[in-house]
């Protein structure tokens, strides 16, 4: 992947299940496993050496990408990281976050 960060907004009736989710970020070329955060779980500043994907299943995820701006993923929502991209996260709301992370060499 190239370029910068993107967000792909959900916009059907009912969020994907976990399993379509996996099969399109899998279809995408993605390694993909399924991640939980309790609400308030904060991540500092930090990067990744690969390019990754997240797919929100349940729960609210912030993410603040450097020279970017503030973002909220919500369920069935999915973003696009190239590596090297500078953020930090969180979980917000009073709902755990489950989702699914793709990285990609």
């Known amino acids: 992947m190239s ?3 993107t967000i792909e907004k ?3 009736p009912e969020a994907p299940s976990v399993n379509g989710l996996r099969a399109k970020m ?4 993605y390694s ?7 609400p ?10 690969d390019d990754q994907s997240h797919g929100i299943v349940s ?6 990408i450097e020279n970017e701006g503030t973002f909220v993923l919500a369920p069935g929502d999915r973003d696009f990281m ?8 969180r979980v917000i709301g009073e709902e755990p976050v489950v989702y699914l992370i793709g ?3």
Not at 26 to 29: C, F, L, T, V
Request: aromatic share 12%; hydrophobic share 25%; charged share 30%.
């Open 59 to 64: 729960g609210r995820l912030e993410l603040t």
């Open 3 to 5: 370029g910068k960060y």
């Open 103 to 105: 990285a990609k060499k």
């Open 32 to 38: 993909v496993f399924e991640w939980s955060d309790r």
């Open 82 to 89: 190239p590596a090297g991209t500078r953020h930090s996260a």
């Open 10 to 12: 959900w916009t059907g």
């Open 26 to 29: 899998e279809a995408d070329g």
């Open 40 to 49: 308030g779980i904060r991540y500092g500043m930090h990067e990744h050496n």
